[in-house]
């Protein structure tokens, strides 16, 4: 009887030790579980979110900095205007050119025919081929002794027929090429029966198809004052196929200047220094300043195209 209690007794025992075994263990598995779980998580969330790196953190800028940066001018250049060359007016014989109506109203054009002179009494200007010529109608100055006028010579024409011509386009050729600044020598068509007293506001400017230069002078046969009566603006230059030769002779008028030679009240005891002053004189002065303003007259000759 008592065997039985004790086997008895043992039965309850290692049950109760297996409950507490079971029941240990179901602890430990959740315990690991849990962990586990945890860990798994925080992996998770690392990966997905990581820490912002430290260099992408920024400062705000100070006030001043921040107002440097972050301004916007509150004006711009204006863009440059792009000048329209005008259409040309004037057609005539195979020559285009803008008349400005500030320089004249409108033009006389005239084919001139050809010349072979006087063989008892040659003369300059006595001698020439065929050509145009352009008389300015209504020019903006009234009293002068120049009629104001454009020409156009046929140049190889003209050196078969004068000498002098010929190698009066062979001078401005070498002009344009070199370009000085002080010519020694100033070339000059038509050929006149005088000679020039001084040159100045020298310029070197091109046309549509060609190129040369423009100056002030005055021509006389003796020693005279520069005055507003007689002073013009002339245009020497040779199409590009060198084949014609243009000139243009433009009467200018200057405040500076008396308005006729009886206007000037002095004597030229020194021919010589007084002609210089009046180049560096009117050389200095702007040219917007004459009559017509000399850029008016540049711009006509700019215009000019010659087939």
Same mark, same amino acid.
């Given at each position: 009887m008592?065997?039985?209690?004790?086997i008895?007794?043992?039965?309850?025992?290692?049950?109760?030790?297996?409950?507490?075994?079971?029941?240990?263990?179901?602890?430990?598995?959740?315990?690991?579980?849990?962990?586990?779980?945890r860990?798994?998580?925080?992996?998770v969330?690392?990966?997905?979110?990581?820490?912002?790196?430290t /260099?992408?953190?920024?400062?705000?800028?100070?006030?001043?900095?921040?107002?440097?940066?972050t301004?916007?001018?509150? &004006?711009?250049?204006?863009?440059?205007?792009?000048?329209?060359?005008?259409?040309?007016?004037?057609?005539?014989?195979g020559i285009?050119?803008?008349?400005?109506? #500030?320089?004249?109203?409108?033009?006389?054009?005239?084919l001139?025919?050809?010349?072979?002179?006087?063989?008892?009494?040659?003369?300059?200007? &006595?001698?020439?081929?065929?050509?145009?010529q352009?008389?300015?109608?209504?020019?903006?100055?009234k009293?002068?002794?120049?009629?104001?006028? =454009?020409?156009?010579?046929?140049?190889?024409?003209?050196?078969?027929l004068?000498?002098?011509?010929?190698?009066m386009g062979?001078?401005?050729?070498?002009?344009?090429?070199?370009r000085?600044?002080?010519?020694?020598?100033?070339?000059?068509?038509? =050929?006149?029966?005088?000679?020039?007293?001084?040159? &100045?506001?020298?310029?070197?400017?091109?046309?549509?198809n060609?190129s040369?230069?423009r100056?002030?002078t005055?021509?006389?046969?003796?020693v005279?004052?520069?005055?507003?009566y007689?002073?013009f603006?002339?245009?020497?230059?040779i199409?590009a196929?060198?084949?014609?030769?243009?000139?243009?002779?433009?009467?200018?008028?200057h405040?500076?200047l008396?308005?006729?030679?009886?206007d000037?009240?002095?004597e030229i005891?020194?021919? /010589?220094?007084?002609?210089?002053?009046?180049?560096? #004189?009117?050389?200095?002065?702007?040219?917007?300043?004459?009559?017509?303003?000399l850029?008016?007259?540049?711009?006509?000759?700019?215009?000019?195209?010659?087939?």
């Open positions: 008592q065997n039985k209690k004790l008895l007794i043992l039965i309850v025992v290692l049950l109760f030790g297996l409950c507490t075994l079971t029941i240990l263990l179901g602890l430990g598995g959740t315990l690991l579980y849990t962990r586990a779980a860990l798994s998580k925080t992996e969330f690392e990966t997905v979110f990581p820490p912002l790196p /260099e992408t953190i920024e400062e705000p800028l100070p006030t001043t900095a921040l107002a440097t940066a301004s916007i001018p509150t &004006s711009s250049p204006s863009p440059a205007i792009p000048t329209v060359e005008p259409t040309p007016n004037i057609d005539f014989n285009r050119f803008y008349l400005d109506l #500030q320089i004249a109203q409108g033009v006389l054009p005239e001139v025919p050809a010349s072979t002179g006087n063989e008892t009494d040659f003369f300059p200007a &006595s001698v020439y081929p065929e050509y145009t352009f008389t300015l109608q209504g020019y903006v100055l009293d002068t002794f120049h009629t104001p006028r =454009l020409y156009v010579y046929p140049l190889q024409e003209y050196r078969v004068d000498r002098a011509a010929g190698e062979d001078r401005l050729l070498q002009l344009i090429q070199d000085p600044e002080s010519p020694e020598e100033f070339p000059f068509l038509p =050929l006149w029966n005088a000679a020039p007293l001084f040159h &100045s506001n020298l310029r070197y400017l091109p046309f549509k060609g040369g230069l100056y002030l005055q021509f006389a046969q003796d005279l004052p520069i005055n507003n007689d002073l603006y002339t245009y020497q230059g199409t196929d060198q084949r014609w030769y243009v000139a243009a002779v433009l009467p200018v008028n405040p500076a008396p308005n006729r030679i009886e000037a009240d002095w005891s020194d021919p /010589e220094s007084y002609y210089a002053q009046i180049e560096a #004189q009117l050389s200095a002065e702007a040219d917007e300043s004459f009559i017509p303003p850029s008016l007259l540049d711009a006509l000759i700019a215009s000019l195209r010659i087939w």
